[in-house]
Structure formats: C-alpha cells, structure tokens
C-alpha cells in the first residue's frame, strides 16, 4: 500500500527539521527523508563538532594564559576527538528520537521525484500534498592537478590525527575556525587566500586584529595567491602556487564554498526550476512548483549559509504549509560569528557598511580590555565597535573580537532588536559581576 503524507520534507538537516517540526506541529502528517546524517552537515561536519573541539583548545589557551607557556601539556587530541564524536552521534540519534516523539516519520534513503506530488524511496512510492526540499550543499571540487589529495574542511572536524602541518584554502568562516583550532592544538598552520579579502563583511580592522592575534600562534596567513599543484602522497604533500611559493604539509582542506546538492533528486519531473547556484524560490521559498517548497543551503536566497538562516526558513515553511502564515519570510536582525580564537562576532548594520556611509552612521568603539569580565581571562584584545543612526541616535550595529565576543553581541543582538532604550536596561538587574551587567556602561555613551 503506498503511504501519504501532508507533508515531505527531503532532508534531516536543521533547516529540515525546523520544517517538519514546526508543521507536525499543526497537526501535519509528515515524513523526513535522510539520504546520510541525520542532522546534516552541521550536525555531523560542520558547528557541532567544530564548538566541541574549540571548547578543548579554548581550554587549553585558557591554561596557558593563567599558569604561563612554560610545561603546559598539548591538547590531548584523541581525548577530545573521541569526545566530540561522542557528542555528534549522540545529537544525531536526538535528532531521529525527536521526529519520532512527535509523530514524524523518519525514512532513511535517497530520494527522487517521480512527479510533482510523488517520491521514490528505497524503491517504495510515496505520496504527499506538499514538499520542503532541505538537501544543503556539498564542498566545491577544485580542478587542478592533484586536487584528489585536498580533503574539504569537514574533514578536519571530523578528524581523528591532528596533522601537524596543514594548509587551509580561502579565508571565511570556516577557514578561521579551523586556523585557530589547529594552530592551539600544536599544529602549523598555512591559510592561503587568492585575493586581499578575508572575512567579507567583518570590520576590516577587527579582522586585521584577528589575524595578528593567529600570527602569534604561529598561523602564516598568505594573500592575492592560490595553489596550481599539489603532489606527493596522503600524509606528505608539495604545494605549488601561482605566485611561485612551495612548501610541505601534511594536509590540505578546502574552505573554497560549496555547491546546492539538488543535481540528483530529478527536480525536472516535478517542474522544479534550479539555476547554478541551487533551486529558485520566491520570498515565500516556494520554488516554480506551488506545492514545492525550498529552505537552507539548497535554495537561493538573499542570506548567508548559515544554519540560523536555514532553521529559521524551515520553521517559517512550516507554519506556512499549515495556512497560519500568509506574509513573505521576514528575517529578524542579523548575528553572525567566527568561532576562531579569539572570537569575532557581528549583528546588524556593519561596521564596514557604517564606515562607507558616514553621512547616516556614526561609530562608537569601547576598548573592552580594561574591563573585569575581559581582564580576568587575560583578554586584552577585546574590542566592541557600536553603528549608530545618526539620526535616531539607536545602535543599529555591532562588532566585537574577544573570547567571549558571540556571547556579548549576543545581548546587544537582544537590546536592537527590541529597541532597548538606556533607562529600560538600567530599570533590570542582571547578576554582577557578569558580562550581562557589563551592558549598563556599553549602552551608554
């Protein structure tokens, strides 16, 4: 007998489960299709076990800040991969028992459309009024000679042998993550960028700060160059670059984007329209398909790749399936972070932004190094750059690098978007002395 659902959703990843969720929520029949992890990318390969392994070698950093360089042990690596694996398979089995516990039908294989209202799983049809594809996004394959020995970057944070010496291609967020964690960790560490621009759309001189902050552990950041060859064998590798430059290394993960994983789901039988960079949705994420909807890495959108984004997107299509939202996805304020060490964190209007249009903003920077929450983890790098309205005379922005930065533009990400004004935060007590409490002379000029 074939089964029928109200709703489909191909993809157990964050963004497909915040869409299966939220419309079993409604009362939905729903099924969940995972072709590999359930979780996803980020669960699996991606901020799961990347925050595992930064809260190791923060640890580590910690210690070493306190009791001085000299007889401090390494990282125990296989200690705190083990943990982390730990951690991943236990967030995925959570993720399959909580589809389960409301009523959601799990289904492992691949799926393929056979027309717009039928799928094909395991050789089983099955049936439903509605669809969310959620299939995320798989590493962009470089071509040049050599490139099967370049290992992507979800490969480091599921690695279990720290190499030690690594070199990292591009200059995002994940590049960032994995140049601060290997470099604590003990390894050497090359980033190698192919233009001046690293960390596009941060303050370019947080950014600066960032980078002086990793040239101290040792990390050597290369810019305008690329890679042409690499050779040898896994383990022991000879890179060559345009402009000239060779040198070994053990391993090379690529940081370089990624592409829409939609080429084999036959989107053609079901009417769906997908262009290079994904499938095309519309400002309700609905595709050319009415009943086809599309959320996270997959679709094409206005936002970035980040798996805030595709949670919210996937709750958003949820409620929509069940007919209690008519309005266009409207995104809340930003906030964004590289998890590197140390932290560098941003919400709402940037700074950058701010600087190219100083008729309508203001900047307000606060040397946070002085201060008691920051003294006390020997964070003397840490620095807050608020954007002002000129003319309303709100903070509209924020940036700030330190070891707590996400946790503090956390809070002021809490205080924009709700347009906190000076005397309702001094009218709430917070515990002190705390970050928390650190807002009453922030907020203020």
């Known amino acids: 007998m074939m089964r029928t659902f109200k709703t489909i959703v191909i993809g157990g990843g964050v963004g497909g489960a915040g869409a299966a969720m939220r419309a079993a ?10 072709q590999r992890d359930w979780g996803g990318t980020t669960v699996t390969r991606g901020s799961t076990p990347k925050k595992v392994l930064l809260g190791g070698v923060e640890a580590h950093h910690a210690y070493c800040e306190q009791n001085g360089p ?3 042990p390494p990282v125990n690596w296989s200690r705190l991969t083990a943990h982390r694996d730990a951690v991943v398979s236990q967030t995925q089995e959570r993720f399959k028992q909580r589809f389960q516990a409301n009523g959601i039908t799990p289904i492992e294989g691949h799926a393929e459309f056979l027309n717009s209202r039928q799928i094909r799983v395991n050789g089983e049809t ?3 009024e509605n669809f969310v594809i959620a299939t995320g996004a798989r590493p962009r394959e470089l071509a040049l000679p050599g490139s099967q020995l370049i290992d ?3 490969s480091f944070f599921r690695s279990h042998a720290l190499p030690k010496r690594l070199t990292i291609l591009g200059a995002g967020v994940i590049a960032f993550a994995i140049a601060g964690i290997a470099s604590e960790a003990g390894a050497a560490v090359t980033l190698i960028q192919h233009n001046r621009v ?7 001189e947080l950014v600066a700060a960032l980078i002086a902050s990793l040239a101290k552990q040792g990390v050597q950041v290369i810019f305008d160059d690329e890679l042409t060859q690499v050779t040898g064998q896994p383990g022991d590798l000879q890179v060559t670059t345009k402009g000239g430059r060779q040198w070994s290394t053990n391993a090379i993960y690529s940081a370089l984007g990624r592409l829409a994983n939609v080429e084999d789901l036959n989107l053609k039988a079901a009417q769906v329209a997908v262009t290079a960079h994904g499938i095309q949705v519309d400002e309700y994420l609905q595709t050319s398909n009415p009943h086809i909807f599309a959320v996270g890495d997959c679709a094409v959108t206005a936002t970035p790749n980040l798996a805030n984004y595709a949670v919210f997107q996937g709750k958003y299509v949820g409620d929509l399936l069940a007919a209690t939202t008519e309005f266009p996805i409207k995104y809340p304020l930003q906030a964004s972070a590289v998890f590197s060490i140390p932290r560098l964190a941003q919400v709402g209007t940037g700074v950058a932004a701010a600087r190219q249009d100083s008729n309508h903003y203001a900047l307000r920077s606060v040397n946070l190094s002085q201060w008691l929450t920051y003294q006390r983890h020997y964070d003397d790098r840490a620095k807050l750059v608020m954007v002002v309205n000129r003319q309303s005379g709100q903070v509209v922005g924020a940036e700030a690098i330190g070891y707590q930065a996400d946790v503090l533009i956390n809070y002021l ?6 347009h906190i004004t000076p005397e309702q935060l001094h009218d709430t007590f917070f515990a002190y002395p ?3 409490a650190d807002l009453y002379g922030i907020w203020t000029d």
């Open 126 to 128: 099955l049936t439903a």
């Open 70 to 72: 000299v007889n401090v």
């Open 25 to 34: 929520a409604h009362g939905q029949s729903v099924a969940v299709i995972e």
């Open 413 to 418: 990400a809490l205080l924009i978007q709700q």
């Open 434 to 436: 705390s970050m928390a």
């Open 198 to 204: 690293a960390l596009r759309g941060f303050d370019a």
């Open 152 to 154: 992507h970057s979800g």
